[in-house]
Structures are given as C-alpha cells and as structure tokens.
C-alpha cells in the first residue's frame, strides 16, 4: 500500500476548486458501488456527508475521510490543507443535523465540535490512520475542527 504521502500531496495540489470537483466524481460512483469504490484514501475509509445548505435549503453531500469511533464518527474539516473552509463545515454550524452513508447504510447524525483532551485525542487517532492531517494542518492559519457526528435521536 502506498504511503500516506502521495494522497495528502495529491490532495493538497488539487486546489478549493479540484478538491470540489473531484468530490463530485466520487460521490455517485460511491453511491453506485456502495462504497467499494471511492471508499477510501489509502487506509482511511470515506463516508458521504449529507448537510442542509446554509443558504440554499438544499441538501449537499460531500465524501469525507472518517474515523470510527464507536457509535460516532469523527471528521475533521482541513479541506486538505486550504486555507477555504468547506462548505459542509459551515452546513454544519449553521444546522448542526445531518447524515452520514457509510457503505450503503444510512444514518441521522447531529454534529458538535470536540474540544481539549477529546479533539487532541480524536486528532491523533486521525493521524493514525490518515498522516495527512498534520501536514494539512501547517499549511492553514486557522485551527481545522474536528468534529463528531452523534447519533440523532430522532
């Protein structure tokens, strides 16, 4: 398996706009092959993120690397390393209620955002699993979030 840095280098030479694009590729073909393909970045699985558009009313989905952890899963919003916020972080602040498709199961998910000990944890298990993140990060002027997606109750 290659290593993680030939991902996170692609990814972050692709631009706000490329990375746009190419999650416009991957979300049907995801969908269509129920995860099978498009489903991971080397060892890190991706999931289809569905959020309200802040603006538009509309329903957006984007794929997202993920970590599972229990019940919740966690993702983090570095845009791979632009200094843009994506458009689904900002979905999620502005309605925190969601769905994640994670293979071809679907479910409800309300989103909040980890801090202190919780995100240097979730942060570290990230980079676990994906090396990405800590180069994504010195990249940025800002603090990338991360952010755990519950279970809804509803």
């Given at each position: 398996m290659p290593d993680d840095s030939l991902y996170y280098r692609f990814s972050m030479s692709l631009g706000a706009t490329g990375l746009r694009w190419a999650g416009k590729l991957n979300t049907p073909l995801y969908r269509l092959s129920g995860g099978r393909l498009g489903g991971k970045?080397?060892?890190?699985?991706?999931l289809l993120l569905t959020t309200t558009g802040?603006?538009?009313?509309?329903?957006?989905?984007?794929?997202?690397?993920?970590?599972a952890d229990g019940?919740?899963?966690?993702?983090?919003n570095t845009n791979a390393g632009n200094e843009?916020?994506?458009?689904?972080?900002?979905?999620l602040k502005a309605n925190p209620e969601a769905e994640v498709e994670i293979?071809?199961?679907k479910r409800a998910v309300v989103a909040r955002v980890a801090e202190g000990e919780e995100r240097a944890d979730l942060w570290r298990r990230?980079?676990?699993?994906?090396?990405?993140f800590d180069e994504y990060q010195k990249k940025l002027d800002r603090t990338p979030?991360?952010?755990?997606?519950?279970?809804s109750a509803g």
């Open positions: 970045v080397n060892r890190a699985p991706v802040r603006r538009s009313g509309q329903r957006r989905t984007a794929p997202v690397v993920y970590l019940a919740r899963v966690v993702v983090i843009k916020v994506p458009a689904w972080s900002l979905n293979g071809r199961e990230h980079n676990e699993q994906f090396e990405g979030e991360v952010i755990v997606l519950e279970p």
